[in-house]
Protein backbone atom coordinates (compact mmCIF):
# COMPACT_ATOMS: atom_id res chain seq x y z
CA UNK A 1 0.00 0.00 0.00
CA UNK A 2 3.22 2.20 0.96
CA UNK A 3 4.58 1.50 -2.18
CA UNK A 4 1.51 2.16 -4.35
CA UNK A 5 1.28 5.58 -2.76
CA UNK A 6 4.51 6.85 -3.67
CA UNK A 7 4.26 4.93 -7.04
CA UNK A 8 3.70 8.40 -9.25
CA UNK A 9 6.33 10.44 -7.10
CA UNK A 10 8.96 7.75 -5.06
CA UNK A 11 11.19 10.68 -3.61
CA UNK A 12 8.21 11.91 -1.84
CA UNK A 13 8.43 8.89 0.41
CA UNK A 14 11.51 10.25 1.97
CA UNK A 15 10.44 12.71 4.75
CA UNK A 16 13.58 14.58 4.28
CA UNK A 17 13.03 15.45 0.89
CA UNK A 18 9.52 16.06 1.76
CA UNK A 19 10.55 18.52 4.19
CA UNK A 20 12.81 20.29 1.13
CA UNK A 21 10.05 19.96 -1.13
CA UNK A 22 7.31 22.04 1.40
CA UNK A 23 10.11 24.55 2.84
CA UNK A 24 11.68 25.33 -1.18
CA UNK A 25 8.19 25.37 -2.41
CA UNK A 26 6.95 28.50 -0.30
CA UNK A 27 10.63 30.32 -0.64
CA UNK A 28 10.40 30.04 -4.28
CA UNK A 29 7.31 31.55 -4.76
CA UNK A 30 8.74 34.42 -2.85
CA UNK A 31 12.58 34.46 -4.55
CA UNK A 32 10.33 34.62 -7.85
CA UNK A 33 8.13 37.83 -6.94
CA UNK A 34 11.42 39.56 -6.08
CA UNK A 35 12.80 38.77 -9.08
CA UNK A 36 10.09 40.41 -10.28
CA UNK A 37 9.75 43.12 -8.45
CA UNK A 38 13.27 43.78 -8.79
CA UNK A 39 13.79 43.89 -12.35
CA UNK A 40 10.35 46.25 -12.19
CA UNK A 41 11.61 48.83 -10.00
CA UNK A 42 14.82 48.79 -12.21
CA UNK A 43 13.16 49.47 -14.93
CA UNK A 44 10.60 51.93 -13.58
CA UNK A 45 13.31 53.92 -12.10
CA UNK A 46 15.78 53.83 -14.86
CA UNK A 47 13.89 53.24 -18.17
CA UNK A 48 16.87 51.54 -19.29
CA UNK A 49 17.44 48.47 -21.19
CA UNK A 50 21.42 48.22 -20.42
CA UNK A 51 20.49 48.87 -16.33
CA UNK A 52 18.18 45.88 -16.43
CA UNK A 53 21.65 44.00 -17.82
CA UNK A 54 23.63 45.46 -15.54
CA UNK A 55 21.74 44.23 -12.66
CA UNK A 56 21.25 41.01 -13.89
CA UNK A 57 24.83 40.97 -14.33
CA UNK A 58 25.65 41.54 -10.79
CA UNK A 59 23.26 39.03 -9.23
CA UNK A 60 25.27 36.48 -11.41
CA UNK A 61 28.42 37.04 -12.24
CA UNK A 62 29.88 35.62 -8.72
CA UNK A 63 28.82 32.44 -10.00
CA UNK A 64 31.02 32.27 -12.77
CA UNK A 65 34.09 32.66 -11.15
CA UNK A 66 33.44 31.39 -7.94
CA UNK A 67 31.04 27.93 -8.17
CA UNK A 68 34.08 26.81 -8.74
CA UNK A 69 35.66 26.76 -5.37
CA UNK A 70 32.14 26.52 -4.12
CA UNK A 71 32.10 22.99 -5.37
CA UNK A 72 35.66 22.18 -3.65
CA UNK A 73 34.07 23.27 -0.80
CA UNK A 74 31.13 21.39 -0.84
CA UNK A 75 32.66 18.25 -1.57
CA UNK A 76 34.61 18.86 1.51
CA UNK A 77 32.17 20.21 4.11
CA UNK A 78 28.48 19.34 4.71
CA UNK A 79 26.13 20.18 2.63
CA UNK A 80 23.05 20.64 4.99
CA UNK A 81 24.96 23.07 7.15
CA UNK A 82 26.04 24.80 4.23
CA UNK A 83 22.90 25.54 3.02
CA UNK A 84 21.34 26.66 6.43
CA UNK A 85 24.04 29.61 6.12
CA UNK A 86 23.43 30.45 2.69
CA UNK A 87 19.25 30.53 3.46
CA UNK A 88 19.90 32.80 6.48
CA UNK A 89 22.15 35.45 4.73
CA UNK A 90 19.64 35.10 1.73
CA UNK A 91 16.89 36.03 3.86
CA UNK A 92 19.06 39.24 5.66
CA UNK A 93 19.67 40.02 1.85
CA UNK A 94 15.62 40.14 0.76
CA UNK A 95 14.78 41.97 4.02
CA UNK A 96 17.03 44.67 2.79
CA UNK A 97 16.07 45.29 0.04
CA UNK A 98 12.36 45.58 1.57
CA UNK A 99 13.68 47.98 4.43
CA UNK A 100 15.22 50.50 1.68
CA UNK A 101 12.07 50.14 -0.50
CA UNK A 102 9.42 50.72 2.45
CA UNK A 103 11.53 53.68 3.51
CA UNK A 104 11.41 55.41 0.04
CA UNK A 105 15.05 55.68 -0.07
CA UNK A 106 16.21 52.72 -2.70
CA UNK A 107 18.38 53.58 -5.58
CA UNK A 108 19.91 52.10 -8.72
CA UNK A 109 23.09 51.50 -6.81
CA UNK A 110 21.43 49.97 -3.81
CA UNK A 111 20.00 47.23 -6.10
CA UNK A 112 23.50 46.27 -7.59
CA UNK A 113 24.76 46.05 -3.93
CA UNK A 114 22.17 43.72 -2.65
CA UNK A 115 21.98 41.67 -6.28
CA UNK A 116 25.69 41.62 -6.23
CA UNK A 117 25.61 40.13 -2.04
CA UNK A 118 23.01 37.53 -3.66
CA UNK A 119 25.06 36.71 -6.26
CA UNK A 120 28.02 35.55 -3.95
CA UNK A 121 25.40 33.86 -1.84
CA UNK A 122 24.16 31.57 -4.71
CA UNK A 123 27.61 30.83 -6.09
CA UNK A 124 27.88 28.25 -2.69
CA UNK A 125 24.07 27.91 -2.24
CA UNK A 126 23.31 26.66 -5.70
CA UNK A 127 26.26 23.29 -5.41
CA UNK A 128 25.23 22.86 -2.38
CA UNK A 129 21.80 22.26 -3.11
CA UNK A 130 22.34 20.59 -5.78
CA UNK A 131 24.66 17.74 -4.39
CA UNK A 132 22.34 18.07 -1.47
CA UNK A 133 19.64 16.38 -3.13
CA UNK A 134 21.19 12.79 -3.28
CA UNK A 135 21.32 13.23 0.46
CA UNK A 136 17.60 13.24 0.86
CA UNK A 137 16.38 10.60 -0.92
CA UNK A 138 16.43 7.09 0.46
CA UNK A 139 16.45 4.75 -2.26
CA UNK A 140 18.95 5.93 -5.28
CA UNK A 141 16.68 4.65 -8.04
CA UNK A 142 14.49 7.74 -6.81
CA UNK A 143 17.19 10.30 -7.15
CA UNK A 144 15.90 11.10 -10.71
CA UNK A 145 12.45 11.49 -9.74
CA UNK A 146 13.74 14.05 -6.76
CA UNK A 147 15.62 16.47 -9.27
CA UNK A 148 12.31 16.09 -11.58
CA UNK A 149 10.10 17.09 -8.99
CA UNK A 150 12.91 20.35 -7.83
CA UNK A 151 12.30 20.98 -11.37
CA UNK A 152 8.43 21.01 -11.00
CA UNK A 153 9.04 22.92 -8.10
CA UNK A 154 10.99 25.30 -9.20
CA UNK A 155 8.23 26.00 -11.76
CA UNK A 156 5.42 25.93 -10.31
CA UNK A 157 6.94 28.92 -7.99
CA UNK A 158 7.93 30.30 -10.78
CA UNK A 159 4.26 30.19 -12.08
CA UNK A 160 2.27 31.34 -8.92
CA UNK A 161 5.28 34.24 -7.99
CA UNK A 162 5.14 36.76 -10.91
CA UNK A 163 1.51 36.18 -10.70
CA UNK A 164 0.89 37.33 -7.47
CA UNK A 165 4.02 39.45 -7.98
CA UNK A 166 2.49 41.33 -10.63
CA UNK A 167 -0.90 42.05 -8.59
CA UNK A 168 1.22 43.26 -5.49
CA UNK A 169 3.23 45.55 -7.53
CA UNK A 170 0.49 47.13 -8.97
CA UNK A 171 -1.74 47.59 -6.09
CA UNK A 172 0.76 47.78 -2.99
CA UNK A 173 3.98 48.57 -5.01
CA UNK A 174 7.15 46.99 -5.11
CA UNK A 175 8.34 46.79 -1.53
CA UNK A 176 5.68 43.76 -0.17
CA UNK A 177 7.69 41.57 -2.97
CA UNK A 178 10.87 41.85 -0.96
CA UNK A 179 9.29 41.45 2.10
CA UNK A 180 7.09 38.30 1.58
CA UNK A 181 10.27 36.89 0.02
CA UNK A 182 12.27 37.59 3.21
CA UNK A 183 9.76 36.27 5.39
CA UNK A 184 9.44 33.17 3.36
CA UNK A 185 12.76 31.97 3.99
CA UNK A 186 11.55 31.00 7.55
CA UNK A 187 9.90 27.82 5.43
CA UNK A 188 12.97 27.06 4.15
CA UNK A 189 15.19 27.08 7.33
CA UNK A 190 12.66 25.60 9.70
CA UNK A 191 12.22 22.65 7.02
CA UNK A 192 15.92 22.66 7.06
CA UNK A 193 16.51 22.20 11.03
CA UNK A 194 13.28 19.24 11.14
CA UNK A 195 15.60 16.78 8.95
CA UNK A 196 17.38 14.31 10.42
CA UNK A 197 20.63 13.90 8.68
CA UNK A 198 23.69 11.50 8.73
CA UNK A 199 26.27 12.75 10.25
CA UNK A 200 28.99 14.31 7.39
CA UNK A 201 31.88 12.38 6.76
CA UNK A 202 34.89 14.16 6.11
CA UNK A 203 36.59 13.07 2.98
CA UNK A 204 40.40 13.08 2.77
CA UNK A 205 41.39 15.85 0.65
CA UNK A 206 43.99 15.31 -1.93
CA UNK A 207 45.55 18.86 -3.00
CA UNK A 208 44.40 22.38 -2.38
CA UNK A 209 41.55 23.45 -3.59
CA UNK A 210 43.39 24.69 -7.00
CA UNK A 211 44.19 21.21 -7.78
CA UNK A 212 40.43 20.07 -6.63
CA UNK A 213 39.59 22.55 -9.22
CA UNK A 214 41.62 21.66 -11.76
CA UNK A 215 40.96 18.16 -11.09
CA UNK A 216 37.17 19.35 -11.29
CA UNK A 217 37.36 20.26 -14.95
CA UNK A 218 39.65 17.25 -16.45
CA UNK A 219 36.88 14.96 -14.88
CA UNK A 220 34.24 16.91 -16.58
CA UNK A 221 35.69 17.84 -20.03
CA UNK A 222 37.94 14.93 -20.48
CA UNK A 223 34.32 12.67 -20.90
CA UNK A 224 32.75 14.29 -24.05
CA UNK A 225 29.04 13.39 -22.87
CA UNK A 226 29.78 15.47 -19.64
CA UNK A 227 31.52 18.34 -21.82
CA UNK A 228 29.10 18.25 -24.67
CA UNK A 229 25.85 19.03 -22.25
CA UNK A 230 28.01 21.38 -19.93
CA UNK A 231 28.49 23.28 -23.71
CA UNK A 232 25.29 23.34 -24.81
CA UNK A 233 24.33 24.54 -21.03
CA UNK A 234 26.39 27.84 -21.54
CA UNK A 235 24.82 28.72 -24.82
CA UNK A 236 21.48 28.54 -23.79
CA UNK A 237 21.96 30.03 -20.38
CA UNK A 238 23.76 32.90 -22.46
CA UNK A 239 21.36 33.72 -25.83
CA UNK A 240 18.33 31.98 -24.40
CA UNK A 241 17.82 33.25 -21.16
CA UNK A 242 18.28 36.64 -22.15
CA UNK A 243 14.49 37.32 -22.51
CA UNK A 244 14.15 37.18 -18.40
CA UNK A 245 15.57 40.53 -18.42
CA UNK A 246 13.76 41.69 -21.47
CA UNK A 247 10.46 40.87 -20.61
CA UNK A 248 9.62 44.24 -18.93
CA UNK A 249 10.43 46.03 -22.20
CA UNK A 250 7.67 43.89 -24.10
CA UNK A 251 5.06 44.40 -21.01
CA UNK A 252 5.32 47.91 -21.20
CA UNK A 253 6.42 49.43 -24.92
CA UNK A 254 5.17 46.79 -27.12
CA UNK A 255 2.41 44.61 -26.21
CA UNK A 256 1.34 48.36 -24.19
CA UNK A 257 0.54 47.19 -20.95
CA UNK A 258 2.17 47.58 -17.48
CA UNK A 259 3.10 45.30 -14.32
CA UNK A 260 -0.21 43.16 -14.77
CA UNK A 261 1.20 42.14 -17.88
CA UNK A 262 4.18 41.38 -16.84
CA UNK A 263 3.60 39.15 -14.25
CA UNK A 264 1.18 37.02 -16.45
CA UNK A 265 4.04 36.93 -19.01
CA UNK A 266 6.09 35.54 -16.34
CA UNK A 267 3.33 33.17 -15.44
CA UNK A 268 2.93 31.97 -18.87
CA UNK A 269 6.60 31.04 -19.16
CA UNK A 270 6.47 29.34 -15.59
CA UNK A 271 2.92 27.20 -17.05
CA UNK A 272 4.95 26.04 -19.53
CA UNK A 273 7.94 25.23 -17.35
CA UNK A 274 5.90 22.90 -14.93
CA UNK A 275 4.54 21.09 -17.52
CA UNK A 276 7.60 20.09 -18.54
CA UNK A 277 8.83 19.86 -15.13
CA UNK A 278 5.75 16.93 -14.65
CA UNK A 279 6.37 15.03 -17.50
CA UNK A 280 10.30 14.74 -16.39
CA UNK A 281 8.95 14.04 -13.37
CA UNK A 282 6.54 11.17 -14.67
CA UNK A 283 9.84 9.26 -16.69
CA UNK A 284 10.66 6.25 -15.21
CA UNK A 285 13.93 6.21 -16.54
CA UNK A 286 17.14 8.56 -17.82
CA UNK A 287 17.63 6.06 -20.53
CA UNK A 288 16.59 8.48 -24.08
CA UNK A 289 16.87 12.11 -22.08
CA UNK A 290 19.54 12.73 -24.78
CA UNK A 291 16.75 13.50 -27.05
CA UNK A 292 15.13 15.79 -24.73
CA UNK A 293 18.46 17.98 -23.97
CA UNK A 294 19.30 17.81 -27.98
CA UNK A 295 15.53 18.82 -28.84
CA UNK A 296 14.89 21.46 -25.85
CA UNK A 297 17.04 24.50 -27.31
CA UNK A 298 15.02 24.34 -30.30
CA UNK A 299 11.59 24.42 -28.48
CA UNK A 300 13.42 27.03 -26.92
CA UNK A 301 14.74 29.38 -30.25
CA UNK A 302 11.59 28.65 -31.74
CA UNK A 303 9.42 30.07 -29.16
CA UNK A 304 12.05 33.30 -28.57
CA UNK A 305 11.77 33.86 -32.22
CA UNK A 306 7.66 33.97 -32.62
CA UNK A 307 7.49 35.70 -29.49
CA UNK A 308 9.41 38.89 -30.52
CA UNK A 309 7.53 39.51 -33.65
CA UNK A 310 4.12 39.22 -31.44
CA UNK A 311 1.99 42.55 -30.30
CA UNK A 312 -0.86 40.81 -29.31
CA UNK A 313 -0.74 39.91 -25.77
CA UNK A 314 -2.92 36.57 -25.64
CA UNK A 315 -0.34 35.69 -28.53
CA UNK A 316 2.33 36.30 -26.40
CA UNK A 317 1.65 34.29 -23.52
CA UNK A 318 0.79 31.67 -25.83
CA UNK A 319 4.00 31.89 -27.15
CA UNK A 320 5.60 32.56 -23.62
CA UNK A 321 4.17 28.85 -23.06
CA UNK A 322 6.96 27.10 -25.32
CA UNK A 323 9.87 29.10 -24.00
CA UNK A 324 9.13 28.22 -20.32
CA UNK A 325 9.07 24.68 -21.76
CA UNK A 326 12.23 24.36 -23.76
CA UNK A 327 14.15 26.61 -20.95
CA UNK A 328 13.15 23.83 -18.00
CA UNK A 329 13.71 20.48 -20.67
CA UNK A 330 16.92 21.98 -21.44
CA UNK A 331 18.20 22.67 -17.77
CA UNK A 332 16.15 19.90 -15.38
CA UNK A 333 17.21 17.03 -18.33
CA UNK A 334 20.60 18.27 -18.17
CA UNK A 335 21.15 18.29 -14.25
CA UNK A 336 19.36 14.69 -14.27
CA UNK A 337 22.02 13.36 -16.64
CA UNK A 338 24.86 14.85 -15.00
CA UNK A 339 23.46 13.98 -11.24
CA UNK A 340 23.11 10.26 -12.39
CA UNK A 341 26.37 9.72 -14.05
CA UNK A 342 28.61 11.63 -11.32
CA UNK A 343 30.65 9.66 -9.24
CA UNK A 344 30.21 10.56 -5.29
CA UNK A 345 33.66 12.09 -4.45
CA UNK A 346 33.19 14.11 -7.19
CA UNK A 347 29.47 15.63 -7.66
CA UNK A 348 29.99 19.45 -5.75
CA UNK A 349 32.60 19.76 -8.46
CA UNK A 350 30.64 18.53 -11.32
CA UNK A 351 27.41 20.21 -10.02
CA UNK A 352 29.42 24.20 -9.62
CA UNK A 353 30.91 23.51 -13.19
CA UNK A 354 27.01 22.84 -14.26
CA UNK A 355 25.94 25.79 -12.06
CA UNK A 356 29.21 27.91 -13.63
CA UNK A 357 27.44 27.12 -17.08
CA UNK A 358 24.18 27.63 -16.48
CA UNK A 359 24.01 30.74 -13.70
CA UNK A 360 27.33 31.91 -14.24
CA UNK A 361 26.31 32.58 -17.70
CA UNK A 362 23.42 34.45 -17.47
CA UNK A 363 24.58 37.54 -16.12
CA UNK A 364 27.40 37.47 -19.35
CA UNK A 365 23.97 37.19 -21.09
CA UNK A 366 22.09 39.62 -19.24
CA UNK A 367 24.48 42.62 -20.02
CA UNK A 368 24.94 41.46 -23.75
CA UNK A 369 20.93 41.35 -24.14
CA UNK A 370 20.48 44.50 -22.53
CA UNK A 371 23.64 46.25 -24.68
CA UNK A 372 22.06 44.50 -27.88
CA UNK A 373 18.21 45.41 -26.99
CA UNK A 374 19.52 49.26 -26.62
CA UNK A 375 20.82 49.25 -29.70
CA UNK A 376 18.82 47.47 -32.31
CA UNK A 377 15.79 46.53 -30.30
CA UNK A 378 14.84 43.58 -27.76
CA UNK A 379 12.70 42.38 -30.70
CA UNK A 380 15.53 41.96 -32.75
CA UNK A 381 17.82 40.70 -29.92
CA UNK A 382 15.52 37.84 -29.00
CA UNK A 383 15.54 36.69 -33.04
CA UNK A 384 19.34 36.46 -32.88
CA UNK A 385 18.85 34.80 -29.28
CA UNK A 386 16.62 32.07 -30.74
CA UNK A 387 18.66 31.42 -33.94
CA UNK A 388 21.74 30.73 -31.69
CA UNK A 389 19.27 28.12 -29.58
CA UNK A 390 18.42 26.32 -32.63
CA UNK A 391 22.00 26.26 -34.04
CA UNK A 392 23.02 24.71 -30.91
CA UNK A 393 20.27 22.01 -30.63
CA UNK A 394 21.35 20.91 -34.22
CA UNK A 395 24.77 20.62 -33.34
CA UNK A 396 23.94 18.27 -30.17
CA UNK A 397 21.64 16.63 -32.29
CA UNK A 398 24.64 15.22 -34.81
CA UNK A 399 26.67 14.43 -32.07
CA UNK A 400 24.16 12.45 -30.00
CA UNK A 401 24.46 8.61 -31.63
CA UNK A 402 28.13 9.08 -30.57
CA UNK A 403 27.55 10.64 -27.35
CA UNK A 404 24.90 7.66 -26.63
CA UNK A 405 27.74 4.91 -27.26
CA UNK A 406 30.09 6.59 -24.56
CA UNK A 407 27.66 6.82 -21.94
CA UNK A 408 26.35 3.10 -22.69
CA UNK A 409 29.15 1.28 -20.36
CA UNK A 410 28.50 4.22 -17.30
CA UNK A 411 24.82 3.12 -17.22
CA UNK A 412 25.82 -0.31 -17.16
CA UNK A 413 28.12 0.25 -15.14
CA UNK A 414 25.44 2.32 -12.27
CA UNK A 415 22.59 -0.79 -12.91
CA UNK A 416 20.80 1.89 -15.45
CA UNK A 417 20.22 -0.40 -17.71
CA UNK A 418 19.02 -3.60 -15.97
CA UNK A 419 16.07 -1.19 -13.87
CA UNK A 420 14.83 -0.41 -17.72
CA UNK A 421 14.61 -4.42 -18.75
CA UNK A 422 13.07 -5.17 -15.20
CA UNK A 423 10.40 -2.45 -15.49
CA UNK A 424 9.58 -3.81 -19.04
Known amino acids: ?92 QSLALAALA ?27 RQAFVPELVEHKDDLANAIAINS ?28 IDGLSYIAVIAALLAMKIKPWKVTVSRGNPLQQVQEGFVYAFSFPPIRAILL ?15 VPIFAEEILKGGAESLGFLMAASGLGALSGG ?20 AILGVGLIAFSFSRYL ?67 TLIIDGIACIIGSIIFGRQLPALRKLVMPVYEQKGILKGVESSR
Open 1 to 92: MNKRKWLLLPALRSKNYRLFFAGQGISLIGSWMTQLATIWLVYDLTNSAFMLGLVGFTSQIPSFFLAPFGGVFVDRFSRYRTLIGTQILAMI
Open 314 to 380: PLSLFLMLFVGLGTILQIASSNTFLQTIVDEDKRGRLMSLYTMSFLGMIPVGNLLGGFLASHIGAPN
Open 152 to 179: TMINGARLIGPAIGGLLIASVGAAYCFL
Open 278 to 297: IYLATRRTIVGIGRIIAIAP
Open 232 to 246: LSTLVSLMGLQNTIL
Open 102 to 128: LTGIIQVWHIIALSLFQGFINALDAPA
